[in-house]
């Protein structure tokens, strides 16, 4: 074997399917034609349907003209006769386009009227040989499975699928290397059945080519793509380096697979003997969820190899070649499901210089030697369903075994006689109109608002928490959260909560709504709102209005403090310290708080512009009744702002008593300072 960068030159290896030791179990008629009314009705769904890919929110998948297509929710495209290009016709309501487009049609002027479609670019991988190697996946000719649209809907990332054959070059460990064109592909833990560890290393080169169909590096300058090649891939090693191992060591593969994640598993190995303990694995991997796809043998006869016989549990694969017959050596007959590109290596169809074989790199003599080979066989059919399931799953992982089955088998390209026969079971593979089953009609995700409170509001108490939330299906619940934790669900419109604010701290918290419509789909949105759950209650508050002190305060000796309405910030008086005042004190009463042990004290003060250094006003707090005093603020001449009033907030926390004092100093009658709208709010 030898190749290089300019031309290919891949030795031809015909390989029949792989041969177990076989075991004299008896083995039950299978029933497989219950599954027909479903497929047929998924075929029926297709048979209208145009390409449908990912689409963002401008576009919408629906029934337009009479047929399915993604076009924009938002506008049509007009052209007037006469006028060299066309126009965008805003539409208020997606409702509204088919009618919207009968108008503009039945006006003489208008050419032409019609919904603007979506287009996107298909993927084509720039991998050395895809093209025209690789004719099984997209060829232009008869299309092979069309891989190149299905690319551009799923690549298989999410999707974890099993290998059970003879191992994977999937690492660098004593004797084995990792196959380079696996060097993008993603792997989780496997198992070695034959040799009982933990490194499933394959040493026959069957099983290294078959992972290479389902997910091999794709996209990378380099060898040939794989077809879900963002998949995780799980060697499980059943098979030795003579390509045959026993039935229990396959079944235990299965479940091992089962066990530890595959959601898809592929069997391109065969025996002609039924058993129990392989069906028997094979049913518990299908009760877990795993879809299993097994080839039908190369023995072309009307028989199928086990597992791909076990019906109710395996999607059986028969293989094809480059003109879409049915390759000479593929089993077939009761129980094929779908053929599938096989090749066949005594012919050029395709016109590339080489037969028409699968092209995948594996190794020759040595795991170490590798190269890019030709292989026919179910064996390589089967990894082209596998991989298809695996994207199927990738796109959606709710899918059980039955439903893939149904979406391969439905959209399958028909050969042979109309409907299911025996010789292609429902038909070839069809990769792109799989995945645009499995897509089905978009289902957008809710929208929610929260209606209530506003953003940025303030509250307090038990306030009403709702949100507005609709869905183009419908909405299954709305979810309400403070701060991440929920606290209600509501399931009928108005969606709507209490929430009792003073089971959090005063502050800043989130109030977030989740609306979850009926296919799962969340969308969440969110408001900031203050929690103020302080009951504040004034306690104290003159500025001086009613007579000389009220009642509320008194001066000491010197009597320097009096009522003016020289200057004031509210009403018509202040109080006022002037003269010859020596720290001349006006101290209020006591503050009754009624028990409350936080209080906000205001007020405003006011200093003339001729006092000097040393000449004062100062406020001061005593919290034992007028054993100790605090100065808690002080305006002084010729350092702070003078001639204008200035505002005063003191927060005090942890008291139960509470008296006010203000202090002035000054030398000359000409100076003073004044005091007022001195408030004491409490909680």
């Given at each position: 074997?030898?190749?290089?960068?300019?031309?290919?030159?891949?030795?031809?290896?015909?390989?029949?399917?792989?041969?177990?030791?076989?075991?004299?179990?008896?083995?039950?008629?299978?029933?497989?034609?219950?599954?027909?009314?479903?497929?047929?009705?998924?075929?029926?769904?297709?048979?209208?349907?145009?390409?449908?890919?990912?689409?963002?929110?401008l576009?919408v998948?629906?029934i337009?003209?009479?047929?399915?297509?993604?076009?924009?929710?938002?506008?049509?495209?007009?052209?007037?006769?006469?006028?060299?290009?066309?126009?965008?016709?805003?539409?208020?309501?997606?409702?509204d386009?088919?009618?919207?487009?009968?108008?503009?049609r039945?006006?003489?002027?208008?050419?032409?009227?019609?919904?603007?479609y979506?287009?996107?670019?298909?993927?084509?991988?720039?991998?050395?040989?895809?093209?025209?190697?690789?004719?099984?996946?997209?060829?232009?000719?008869?299309?092979?499975?069309?891989?190149?649209?299905?690319?551009?809907?799923?690549t298989?990332t999410?999707?974890?699928?099993?290998?059970?054959?003879?191992?994977v070059?999937?690492?660098?460990?004593?004797?084995?290397?990792?196959?380079?064109?696996?060097?993008?592909?993603?792997?989780?833990?496997?198992?070695?059945?034959?040799?009982?560890?933990?490194?499933?290393?394959?040493d026959?080169?069957?099983?290294?080519?078959?992972?290479?169909?389902?997910a091999?590096?794709?996209g990378?300058n380099?060898?040939?793509?794989?077809?879900?090649f963002?998949?995780?891939?799980?060697?499980?090693?059943?098979?030795?380096?003579?390509?045959?191992?026993?039935?229990?060591?396959v079944?235990?593969?299965?479940?091992?697979?089962?066990?530890?994640?595959?959601?898809?598993?592929n069997?391109?190995?065969?025996?002609?003997s039924?058993?129990?303990t392989?069906?028997?694995a094979?049913?518990?991997?299908?009760?877990?969820?795993?879809?299993?796809?097994?080839?039908?043998?190369?023995?072309?006869?009307?028989?199928?190899?086990?597992?791909?016989?076990?019906?109710?549990?395996?999607?059986?694969?028969?293989?094809?070649?480059f003109?879409r017959?049915?390759?000479?050596?593929?089993?077939?007959?009761?129980?094929?499901?779908?053929?599938?590109?096989?090749?066949?290596?005594?012919?050029?169809?395709?016109?590339d210089?080489?037969?028409?074989?699968?092209?995948?790199?594996?190794?020759?003599?040595?795991?170490?030697?590798?190269?890019?080979?030709?292989?026919?066989?179910?064996?390589?059919?089967?990894?082209?369903?596998?991989?298809?399931?695996?994207?199927?799953?990738?796109?959606?992982?709710?899918?059980?075994?039955?439903?893939v089955?149904?979406?391969?088998?439905?959209?399958?390209?028909?050969?042979?006689?109309?409907?299911?026969?025996?010789?292609?079971?429902?038909?070839?593979?069809?990769?792109a109109?799989?995945?645009?089953?499995?897509?089905?009609?978009i289902?957008?995700?809710?929208?929610?608002?929260?209606?209530?409170?506003?953003?940025?509001a303030?509250?307090?108490?038990?306030i009403?928490?709702?949100?507005?939330?609709?869905?183009?299906?419908?909405?299954?619940?709305?979810?309400?959260?403070?701060?991440?934790?929920?606290i209600?669900?509501?399931?009928?419109?108005?969606?709507?909560?209490?929430?009792?604010?003073?089971?959090?701290?005063?502050?800043?918290?989130?109030?977030?709504?989740?609306?979850?419509?009926?296919?799962?789909?969340?969308?969440?949105?969110?408001?900031?709102?203050?929690?103020?759950?302080?009951?504040?209650t004034?306690?104290?508050n003159?500025?001086?209005?009613?007579?000389?002190?009220?009642?509320?305060?008194?001066?000491?000796?010197?009597?320097?403090?009096?009522?003016?309405?020289?200057?004031?910030?509210?009403?018509?008086?202040?109080?006022?310290?002037?003269?010859?005042?020596?720290?001349?004190?006006l101290?209020?009463?006591?503050?009754?708080?009624?028990?409350?042990?936080?209080?906000?004290?205001?007020?405003?003060?006011?200093?003339?512009?001729?006092?000097?250094?040393?000449e004062?006003?100062?406020?001061?707090?005593?919290?034992?009744?007028?054993?100790?005093?605090?100065?808690?603020?002080?305006?002084?001449?010729?350092?702070?702002?003078?001639?204008?009033?200035?505002s005063v907030t003191?927060?005090?926390?942890?008291?139960?008593?509470?008296?006010l004092?203000?202090?002035?100093?000054?030398?000359?009658?000409?100076?003073?300072?004044?005091?007022?709208?001195?408030?004491?709010?409490?909680?």
């Amino acid at each position: 074997m030898f190749y290089s960068k300019k031309r290919l030159v891949v030795f031809i290896v015909c390989v029949s399917i792989i041969i177990f030791s076989p075991l004299s179990e008896v083995f039950a008629s299978l029933t497989f034609g219950d599954l027909r009314n479903d497929i047929e009705a998924y075929r029926d769904l297709l048979t209208n349907a145009k390409e449908t890919l990912e689409s963002e929110t401008l576009f919408v998948s629906d029934i337009i003209d009479g047929q399915k297509a993604t076009f924009a929710t938002d506008h049509i495209l007009v052209k007037i006769r006469g006028e060299k290009n066309f126009h965008k016709i805003p539409v208020v309501n997606i409702s509204d386009i088919n009618a919207t487009l009968k108008e503009y049609r039945a006006n003489p002027d208008v050419l032409y009227a019609e919904p603007d479609y979506e287009a996107k670019a298909l993927y084509v991988p720039n991998d050395t040989y895809y093209s025209p190697y690789q004719w099984n996946f997209d060829n232009s000719t008869n299309g092979g499975i069309h891989m190149e649209n299905a690319w551009d809907i799923a690549t298989g990332t999410g999707a974890t699928v099993a290998v059970v054959d003879t191992g994977v070059a999937y690492e660098n460990y004593r004797t084995f290397a990792k196959a380079p064109d696996l060097n993008a592909s993603s792997f989780v833990p496997g198992f070695d059945f034959i040799n009982n560890d933990n490194h499933p290393n394959d040493d026959e080169g069957h099983g290294t080519h078959v992972a290479g169909t389902i997910a091999g590096s794709t996209g990378n300058n380099s060898g040939v793509a794989g077809i879900a090649f963002g998949a995780r891939v799980m060697p499980v090693k059943v098979l030795d380096r003579n390509g045959s191992g026993p039935y229990s060591a396959v079944a235990n593969g299965i479940r091992f697979a089962a066990d530890n994640g595959a959601k898809v598993i592929n069997l391109s190995l065969g025996g002609p003997s039924p058993s129990a303990t392989l069906e028997d694995a094979l049913a518990y991997a299908y009760s877990k969820g795993v879809t299993i796809v097994a080839a039908a043998g190369n023995d072309s006869t009307n028989v199928l190899s086990y597992p791909a016989a076990y019906n109710n549990y395996v999607i059986a694969v028969g293989a094809t070649r480059f003109d879409r017959t049915k390759s000479s050596y593929s089993n077939y007959g009761p129980g094929i499901d779908i053929v599938a590109p096989g090749g066949d290596t005594s012919v050029d169809q395709n016109g590339d210089g080489y037969g028409d074989g699968i092209l995948q790199q594996t190794f020759g003599s040595t795991p170490t030697n590798f190269g890019y080979y030709f292989y026919q066989g179910t064996s390589m059919a089967t990894p082209h369903v596998a991989g298809v399931a695996t994207l199927i799953l990738s796109k959606n992982p709710n899918s059980s075994p039955s439903d893939v089955r149904a979406i391969i088998e439905g959209s399958a390209d028909d050969l042979g006689a109309s409907g299911y026969d025996q010789t292609y079971g429902y038909g070839l593979l069809d990769a792109a109109q799989a995945l645009l089953l499995a897509s089905g009609p978009i289902d957008y995700p809710p929208i929610v608002a929260i209606t209530a409170p506003q953003n940025n509001a303030t509250v307090s108490g038990v306030i009403q928490f709702s949100a507005n939330a609709t869905d183009d299906v419908s909405v299954d619940h709305v979810d309400f959260y403070i701060d991440n934790a929920l606290i209600s669900s509501a399931s009928l419109s108005p969606y709507e909560t209490t929430w009792n604010s003073t089971a959090v701290s005063d502050g800043a918290h989130v109030l977030k709504a989740s609306a979850v419509d009926s296919a799962g789909q969340k969308t969440e949105t969110s408001v900031s709102v203050n929690v103020d759950n302080i009951i504040e209650t004034t306690v104290f508050n003159d500025s001086f209005e009613v007579s000389e002190w009220n009642g509320l305060w008194t001066e000491d000796s010197q009597n320097k403090w009096s009522r003016t309405t020289q200057r004031k910030v509210d009403g018509l008086y202040s109080a006022q310290v002037k003269g010859s005042a020596n720290d001349a004190r006006l101290t209020s009463t006591g503050v009754a708080l009624g028990g409350r042990t936080n209080v906000k004290i205001t007020f405003s003060w006011f200093i003339s512009s001729n006092l000097i250094s040393g000449e004062y006003v100062a406020f001061d707090v005593s919290t034992d009744g007028g054993a100790t005093w605090v100065e808690k603020a002080k305006l002084r001449g010729n350092v702070d702002q003078e001639n204008a009033w200035k505002s005063v907030t003191l927060d005090l926390s942890g008291i139960n008593n509470l008296q006010l004092r203000f202090r002035g100093k000054m030398a000359k009658t000409v100076r003073s300072a004044n005091v007022d709208a001195v408030k004491v709010v409490a909680w």
